[in-house]
C-alpha cells in the first residue's frame, strides 16, 4: 500500500512538473508575442507624418516662426505682389501646405497658370481643408479662402478658372504656403499623398530636382 501511494505521490509530482514547464512555456511565447507586437506598434507610431505639427501658442511665438510678411498676410489678411512672390510660376510636381499647420492644402496638378501673378489652383487637395468666408473689405465682394486647421489667410477664390474642370480659381499667396517637391515628399512625412501623382510626375521631378 505505501508503495502504491509513494507511486502516485511520484505521479502526481512528475505531472505538477510538467505543467510548470508547460505553463513557463507559455509565459514565454506571451511575453515574445507582447515583445514583437510592442516593437510594430512603436515602429508605426515612428513613421513620421509631416502634417503633425504643434501650433504656435501664442502670437510671440507665431512671429518667431513666420517672416514679417508672412506674418502680415496670414494673420492681417495681406495680400503680396503679383509676379512678385515665391510660386506664382512653380511648376515642379508636388504639394503645397499650410506654412504654420503643414496641413497639406493644393497639389501642383491642379496649378495652372492664370496670367494673375499669384499661384492659382482649381481646387484645393481635400475641401474641408478650406474654409470660405465672405469679404467685403476694399470696396468689394469676394469669397476669402483660410486655412481649416492655422486659420491662416491664404488668399480669394473667384469663378473664373479653367474651362473643364471646376471652373474655380483658387487665388493664394506664395508667403501662406510652403512647398514639398514630390522627390521630397516621402522624406518629409507626406508620402500619403504620393498617389496623386503618376509616372511622368516622376520622371520631371528626377530630371530637374527642385531648387529651394
Known amino acids: ?47 513620421k507624418d509631416g502634417e503633425i505639427c504643434e501650433l504656435p501658442k501664442n502670437d510671440a511665438e507665431l512671429r518667431k516662426l513666420l517672416s514679417p510678411e508672412q506674418y502680415k498676410i496670414t494673420k492681417e489678411n495681406g495680400t503680396e505682389k503679383p509676379f512678385d512672390n515665391k510660386y506664382w510660376d512653380n511648376k515642379h510636381p508636388g504639394i503645397y501646405v499650410d506654412v504654420i499647420s503643414n496641413e497639406a492644402l493644393f497639389s501642383s496638378k491642379d496649378k495652372f497658370d492664370s496670367g494673375s501673378g499669384w499661384p492659382s489652383f482649381t481646387k484645393p487637395i481635400k475641401q474641408e481643408r478650406i474654409v470660405e ?13 483660410r486655412s481649416s486647421k492655422a486659420d491662416s489667410h491664404l488668399g480669394h477664390v473667384f469663378n473664373d478658372g479653367p474651362t473643364g474642370s471646376t471652373g474655380l480659381r483658387y487665388c493664394i499667396n506664395s ?17 500619403k499623398f ?13 530630371k530637374s530636382p527642385y531648387k529651394n
Open 194 to 206: 504620393l498617389n496623386l501623382f503618376d509616372q511622368k510626375d516622376w520622371e520631371k521631378a528626377h
Open 1 to 47: 500500500m505505501k508503495y502504491i501511494v509513494t507511486l502516485i505521490f511520484i505521479s502526481a509530482c512528475l505531472a505538477q512538473s510538467k505543467q510548470d514547464k508547460q505553463n513557463q512555456k507559455d509565459q514565454k511565447y506571451t511575453k515574445d508575442a507582447n515583445v514583437v507586437k510592442n516593437i510594430v506598434e512603436s515602429s508605426k507610431s515612428k513613421k
Open 133 to 145: 468666408k465672405q469679404d467685403v473689405s476694399h470696396g468689394m465682394s469676394r469669397v476669402e479662402v
Open 175 to 191: 508667403a501662406s504656403l510652403k512647398f514639398i517637391p514630390l522627390e521630397k515628399m516621402e522624406e518629409m512625412g507626406f508620402d
